[in-house]
């Protein structure tokens, strides 16, 4: 997937990670380090916590004060153990949590000499496994109106091979966002992406009224064939970029103006009339490709004019997505150290369980997605036809 250049992100968009995204980060490195230290006390001891001493060669020496472990521009809260302990944490996070960097690692705490059990980091990955095994296998019951899916490449396993996460996120029926699935695919293939909707879809996925995504077509088809039903809306992130990347530099800024009247226009028809023009001006500059482009799929650009407005910031691009990986990314470089793709998908699955939780819920919360999901229609983000009634409601002026 081409990287995000040379066009400003959208402001309703989050193109600026939040502090809170931030806070939520430093949390899962202090929670997933804090484990790892914790399953290798418990492997040298050779007992869990509070189990019974018996014969052993040692004991958990209790926890201390807090203190603060810089950490690249950031620091982490850990209680402190001991000085050496608040290096190996710096260390285990700077190494990436690779299985490689751990011994040296906890060398440096436990001496040359120490004994250190190899199968500790592999206890580790396979807790994580089994959580992803989990959480895969949950039956789906909420109703989701709307879905999210991107697939996002993170550069694990064979170099070349064509792997990439697919991800789907959903708006359940009280307005929050939840991620539905993260599972391993190819290219972003329609078979991959069939295998993920119909295994949610098995697990009681009910057809989402709307599904926003980019221009990747293994994903459009995928739906025709899982989910027909499911209305699409492209992302207009994507779609600005693909135009612009067809503009000399000189055009560009102009370019960009124009794309975000089109998209920011309060009605369908305004944004028809800003489409016009901005068609009319690249055909005159000589730009007649980077039109073709702007016109393509125009309808799917502009599919979420039949939903709330309170809903629009949310669905005209998929940074809900983009967002969390890009908090994923900046935080850690694991992924792209792992040499199988398994272990890759069950670290970021962990990671982006704790990002997660930072999403911003929908506006209008569940009296607005009860509505929808009842039926309500809706033109230009205003109700038109009430479920209950069934009867044409009067448009606002």
Known sequence: ??????????????????????????????????????AEVDAYLE????????????????????????????????RRLSAETQRLFARLYLEGLSSGDFEPAFRQLMGEKAPLSGSTILRLKATWEQEHEAWRARPISAAYAYVWADGIYVGAGPEGD???????????????????????????????????LRDLRDRGL?????AV??????????????????????????????VLDRLPKRLRAEGRRRIAA??????????????????????????ADAAAVLLRDWDALVAFYDYPAEHWRHLRTSNVIESIFAGVRLRTTVAKRQAVRENALYLVFKIVERLATNWRQLDGGATLMTLLLAGARFRDGLLVEHPARREDVPMAA
């Open 213 to 242: 995504g980019d221009g990747a077509l293994g994903l459009w088809a995928a739906l025709a064939l899982v989910f027909p039903a499911t209305g699409h809306q492209r992302c207009w992130n994507h779609k600005a970029l693909n």
């Open 47 to 78: 007992r869990p916590r509070y189990a019974p001493g018996g014969d052993c060669t040692g004991y958990r020496n209790g926890y201390g004060r807090e203190r603060e472990v810089g950490i690249g521009t950031w620091s982490v809260t850990v």
């Open 206 to 210: 009910r057809a989402p009224l709307l």
């Open 262 to 287: 089109i998209w920011s226009a309060s009605t369908r028809a305004l944004a028809e009339g800003e489409r016009d023009a901005t068609v009319t001006w690249l055909r005159g500059a000589g730009q």
């Open 162 to 196: 064509g792997s990439c996460l697919l991800v789907v996120v959903g708006a359940r029926d009280d307005g929050r966002k939840e991620l539905l699935a993260i599972g391993l695919g190819y290219r972003e293939s329609t078979e991959s992406w069939a295998d993920v």
């Open 1 to 38: 997937m081409a990287p995000y250049h040379d066009i400003a992100p959208m402001p309703e968009a989050g193109g600026v990670i939040p502090d809170t995204l931030e806070t939520i980060a430093r949390e899962g490195a202090r929670r997933l380090l804090a484990d790892a230290l914790r």
